[in-house]
């Protein structure tokens, strides 16, 4: 981890310092990484913003995944067995739909972050 030797001091009007001190409690940082990450980007960051919701995000993603396996493979063998009707699997493909759906739809959300972040320059 690089030693940050130096200081820089800059001079704000109160609204200046109320909307970077606000920018910053709103990504959850200091104000100094705000800065920081605005002028040399992310990568500068030694920890992300909502790093930790990130992780949560991620985990309850691949649990959806988990679970639309999981329920597929039981309809596939129950259909096989001959124990489910048509209508009952085309309504589960239509309600797997729907939820694979809305899984895309926030991992589109968690991409515009990432990529809202590195563009915060």
Known sequence: MT???HT????LTDEERDVLHAE???LGLSAADLVRMRVFGAASMRKLPGAE???EIRRLLKNMADNINQATKV???RKL???LSNELV???LKGTKQYADGFKN????IAEYLIGIQHRR
């Not at 820089?8 to 001079?11: G, N, Q, S, Y």
């Not at 926030?106 to 959300?109: F, G, K, M």
């Open 106 to 109: 926030h991992a589109q959300v």
């Open 3 to 5: 030693k940050r030797d």
């Open 90 to 92: 085309e309504r589960y």
């Open 75 to 77: 309809m596939h063998e």
């Open 24 to 26: 910053a409690e709103q």
């Open 53 to 55: 919701d990130l992780v």
């Open 8 to 11: 820089f001091k800059v001079r």
């Open 81 to 83: 067995a001959d124990r």
